[in-house]
């Protein structure tokens, strides 16, 4: 009664007690868990921004984690910005990345270059051959069509030539066939800007040979053309060739060589003689192989000679079951000529071939 008299209050009641003592829990336990939810969340959105996955830095006050599906964080220790911080140990370096993979899923090897050589004629001299037998070496890769960029397909570009491109490594070599380029006036101009490095292969061939091969061929295809005779001269009893016939002018090969002296120098073009790629095939591929500045791989053991063909063949690789010998169209059997319209021919030539020994510097024996 004495306490009520005074106005002052009686002691705390034991209910009252504890209510305050459960507030004070309740809010205590509510700070520590939006504490722990709040880290929680800063490593969350950290890992999503890094691409880290998620982690929790401890259990909850409940002794079960806040996400059931993340991993804990790594302990803690000193960055690697902060003052004498020892240095964290260096991550391992990702494998490097290929440039791309085939359909069954292994790696493809290389890169898709411009050629560093072209083989650019001539028509029916023995380009395919050529190109057949230096791809056999494995420091050369070479597309096996012929893209004629320069000088049909120029307008789609480099990027579009480089995508028909075998992928090379490195030390690899790209090759690319196009036997029309040797008698395109834009040819020479086109590849020098491509690049004044580039190698240039020209198979060459006795001109009159080489036109009665390109009639035959031409002639199996069309059946109905006119003769060789009618096709090579505009008057025969006068000697006066038609030089307008492709077949008679591709033969002309100083004419052609003049247009590419201008951006190339001798010592960049390197002629095959089409005859002795025959008799000494090894030989032949042998300087090819000295001026693309690799190593002779190809040799004698490489060939054997094709009575019915008629030419060296490559004898059969390991991977295969069969030689590898050129396609039913090269070999074929040639038309008969008049043996008189052939001395026209071979006197029309000569004056044309002597300049072109002279100009390269190699007597190739076609008279």
């Keep these: 009664m004495a306490y009520r008299v005074l106005g002052r209050a009686g002691p705390p009641q034991p209910r009252r007690a504890r209510r305050l003592l459960f507030a004070f829990t309740l809010s205590l336990s509510c700070t520590y868990l939006c504490y722990s939810f709040l880290c929680c969340c800063d490593d969350l959105g950290r890992s999503r921004l890094l691409g880290a996955p998620r982690c929790l830095r401890g259990p909850s006050p409940s002794g079960q984690k806040l996400l059931p599906k993340s991993r804990p964080c790594d302990p803690p220790g000193p960055t690697p910005s902060q003052p004498g911080a020892p240095s964290a140990p260096a991550a391992a370096a990702p494998a490097p990345r290929l440039s791309g993979s085939n359909h069954s899923g292994s790696p493809k090897l290389g890169t898709k270059r411009l050629p560093q050589a072209l083989i650019v004629g001539v028509k029916k001299g023995g380009t395919r051959a050529v190109l057949e037998f230096i791809r056999v070496h494995p420091d050369v890769r070479a597309l096996g069509t012929e893209?004629?960029?320069?000088?049909?397909?120029?307008?789609?570009?480099?990027?579009?030539?480089?995508?028909?491109?075998?992928?090379?490594?490195?030390?690899?070599?790209?090759?690319?066939?196009?036997?029309?380029?040797?008698?395109?006036?834009?040819?020479?101009?086109?590849?020098?800007?491509?690049?004044?490095?580039?190698?240039?292969?020209?198979?060459?061939?006795?001109?009159?040979?080489?036109?009665?091969?390109?009639?035959?061929?031409?002639?199996?295809?069309?059946?109905?053309?006119?003769?060789?005779?009618?096709?090579?001269?505009?008057?025969?009893?006068?000697?006066?060739?038609?030089?307008?016939?492709?077949?008679?002018?591709?033969?002309?090969?100083?004419?052609?060589?003049?247009?590419?002296?201008?951006?190339?120098?001798?010592?960049?073009?390197?002629?095959?003689?089409?005859?002795?790629?025959?008799?000494?095939?090894?030989?032949?591929?042998?300087?090819?192989?000295?001026?693309?500045?690799?190593?002779?791989?190809?040799?004698?053991?490489?060939?054997?000679?094709?009575?019915?063909?008629?030419?060296?063949?490559?004898?059969?690789?390991?991977?295969?079951?069969l030689p590898r010998c050129l396609g039913k169209s090269k070999g074929r059997t040639h038309v008969q000529i008049d043996p008189e319209v052939i001395d026209q021919l071979r006197e029309f030539y000569r004056p044309y071939n002597i300049k072109f020994y002279e100009t390269v510097g190699q007597d190739f024996r076609w008279e």
């Design 147 to 321: 893209p004629h960029f320069f000088d049909r397909n120029y307008g789609r570009g480099l990027d579009w030539y480089r995508s028909l491109m075998p992928r090379t490594l490195e030390t690899q070599i790209t090759l690319e066939k196009t036997p029309s380029y040797f008698v395109t006036q834009e040819a020479p101009r086109r590849i020098f800007n491509m690049s004044r490095d580039t190698k240039l292969i020209v198979v060459v061939r006795n001109p009159v040979t080489r036109a009665i091969s390109d009639y035959t061929q031409t002639l199996s295809k069309k059946p109905d053309i006119p003769t060789f005779e009618g096709l090579s001269f505009r008057n025969r009893s006068l000697g006066l060739v038609d030089v307008s016939w492709n077949a008679i002018r591709i033969g002309m090969y100083v004419l052609h060589l003049e247009s590419w002296l201008q951006y190339f120098p001798l010592a960049q073009i390197h002629f095959v003689s089409g005859e002795r790629l025959i008799t000494d095939p090894a030989g032949e591929m042998g300087r090819v192989q000295d001026f693309l500045g690799i190593k002779r791989f190809i040799t004698d053991k490489h060939f054997y000679f094709n009575k019915t063909k008629g030419f060296p063949c490559l004898k059969k690789p390991e991977s295969s079951l």
